[in-house]
């Protein structure tokens, strides 16, 4: 249940983030106003850089608050693992769906 409430967390504080990152990288492609590497690394950075961030920071926390060892690494880096997959179910798509509903609304102005 606590890992539960991790992964939608980190969902929702990614989605506040995300989303209007990806939106307007896409349009600024879409206008020819940045190059495509910049804004793909800049969405990416928003999409998987932020969850990863938050998510060691989640375990970290959540292991410690459990008052569990800390030197049983494999543990930790299981908890992790499932924290960061789980929350990427949502976050992909979103953002490639808002940065690519960005790209079409920066061509449509162009």
């Known amino acids: 249940m606590i890992l539960l409430a991790l992964v939608l967390y980190i969902v929702v504080a990614c989605t506040l983030v995300a989303v209007p990152v990806a939106l307007v ?17 800049k ?28 030197q049983n690494l494999w543990d930790w880096l299981f908890l992790w693992l499932m924290t960061f997959s789980f929350s ?18 920066g061509m449509s102005k162009a």
């Open 25 to 41: 990288q896409g349009s600024l492609s879409g206008r020819g106003k940045a190059g495509w590497p910049s804004t793909v690394g």
């Open 43 to 70: 969405t990416a950075l928003a999409v998987l850089g932020l969850p990863f961030f938050l998510t060691v920071l989640g375990v970290y926390l959540l292991s410690s608050e459990m008052a569990q060892d800390p």
């Open 88 to 105: 990427m179910v949502p976050l992909l798509p979103l953002g490639l769906i808002s940065f690519w509903l960005g790209k079409l609304v």
